[in-house]
């Protein structure tokens, strides 16, 4: 017995499918035809015109919100506020003129020390545009088949920022940080197996060149009889970083700049902190990438050391600058807190001389604070004075009772 469609009579076949219910079946036409009279017909149209209609921001508006919470790296700035607003121009822009020409995507590679600024900058975009960014860690990446996460893991967690929804995901951004931490031993290739290092890289070169990539919705290891969800990267734009330490002495060969003699030590750690901004493709081969991936980052560009200057910026300027966080923490307690310039020179040389950038600032106040913040209940109606003497000698801040206001 042929089933027939309750609504319309048509039989069923391979290109006409029924669904079955309680002694009734539909065909797809009436439940399509069904779908329009609930829901109308324009539903898919609006998705696409609010699609073509995101706004977007234009590189100055992208770099002002940067420069709100970043200090210095003009040039990282604008490198990253161009990519991220060509990726979108591409996507919903492209395809609305009528010539062949199709745009590439142009990923981006950021070379700085610890500290300067790349994670902090893909972060800040990330909470200030209603685009999915995802923002993962190459440090625990390995092949297939060996303890740590597999590379496609990384679209996992873009398809969670994206809420689970494919399309938003497809046109996403992904910053893979430590990218330096996957670079093969030696610039010869392994003839043994390369756990973290060659194997990972042309993994991670299929994601970034475009392709379909089958990933797990939860993560964790492919299995056999796993359901998986499919994934184009063509569409998604890749923007690494890393620290690349010992880049410089290769660049310093690369160059001749290793002169021996007297006086020459300290010209030469001058001309070493300022050559990562003379990298090339060549070098990065020789520290331990493949060729193949770098030729897939388009735009390479370094980020600065940060200096004295820089550092005392970091710890007042920004919105949510670390002496800012530590007077609103004191202004609950009712206790002002006042940093001297001394102090803040202070902490910054400290920092300078601990090399983690501008990370360790935090541990650095964490420090100084810590006492104070233990009696800061008893201080109520205080002012509290931070000198050079708080940081470098770990003496006692000044306390200055405000003057209370006659009747």
Same mark, same amino acid.
């Given at each position: 017995m042929i089933n027939k469609c309750s609504f319309c009579k048509s039989e069923e076949s391979i290109d006409n499918r029924l669904l079955a219910?309680?002694? +009734?079946?539909?065909? #797809?036409?009436c439940v399509v035809s069904a779908y329009k009279i609930f829901f109308g017909e324009e539903d898919e149209l609006q998705t696409e015109q609010e699609d073509v209609d995101l706004t977007l921001f234009t590189p100055k508006e992208l770099k002002e919100v940067l420069d709100n919470y970043v200090v210095g790296? #003009?040039?990282?700035?604008? +490198?990253?506020s161009v990519a991220v607003y060509n990726h979108y121009k591409r996507i919903f822009k492209s395809n609305q003129s009528d010539d062949d020409t199709q745009i590439q995507k142009s990923n981006v590679l950021f070379i700085g020390p610890t500290g300067s600024g790349k994670t902090l900058m893909a972060q800040t975009l990330a909470n200030h545009l209603d685009v999915p960014i995802a923002i993962t860690d190459a440090t625990s990446l390995t092949e297939a088949g060996y303890v740590g996460e597999d590379v496609e893991n990384i679209l996992t967690r873009l398809l969670q920022v994206a809420d689970n929804d494919i399309k938003k995901a497809e046109r996403g951004i992904v910053f893979i940080d430590e990218l330096d931490k996957i670079a093969r031993a030696g610039e010869n290739r392994s003839i043994t197996r390369d756990v973290s290092g060659e194997?990972?890289?042309?993994? *991670? *070169?299929? *994601?970034?060149?475009?392709? +379909? +990539?089958?990933?797990?919705?939860?993560?964790?290891?492919?299995?056999?009889?796993? #359901?998986f969800t499919q994934i184009d990267t063509s569409n998604i734009l890749f923007i690494c970083g890393g620290a690349f330490d010992g880049l410089n002495e290769i660049i310093a060969k690369r160059l001749g700049s290793n002169v021996l003699g007297f006086g020459q030590e300290k010209k030469n750690k001058e001309e070493r902190e300022n050559l990562l901004s003379e990298v090339e493709p060549d070098d990065l081969v020789h520290f331990g990438l493949i060729p193949e991936l770098i030729g897939r980052l388009h735009a390479i560009t370094t980020l600065e050391p940060i200096t004295k200057e820089g550092m005392i910026e970091i710890l007042t300027k920004p919105k949510n600058a670390i002496v800012k966080q530590y007077q609103k923490l004191f202004s609950i307690d009712n206790v002002k807190l006042t940093f001297e310039q001394k102090a803040l020179e202070a902490i910054a040389e400290l920092a300078i001389s601990r090399k983690t950038g501008a990370r360790g600032l935090r541990t650095i106040m964490e420090d100084i604070m810590l006492d104070i913040m233990y009696e800061l209940p008893e201080l109520a109606g205080s002012e509290v004075v931070i000198t050079e003497d708080v940081v470098k000698k770990r003496a006692k801040p000044l306390y200055v009772k405000p003057i209370k206001k006659s009747a």
């Open positions: 219910g309680e002694d +009734v079946f539909i065909c #797809e036409n790296q #003009e040039q990282a700035k604008k +490198v990253f194997g990972v890289q042309q993994a *991670l *070169l299929k *994601l970034i060149e475009g392709s +379909v +990539v089958n990933i797990s919705p939860k993560g964790g290891r492919k299995h056999p009889n796993q #359901e």
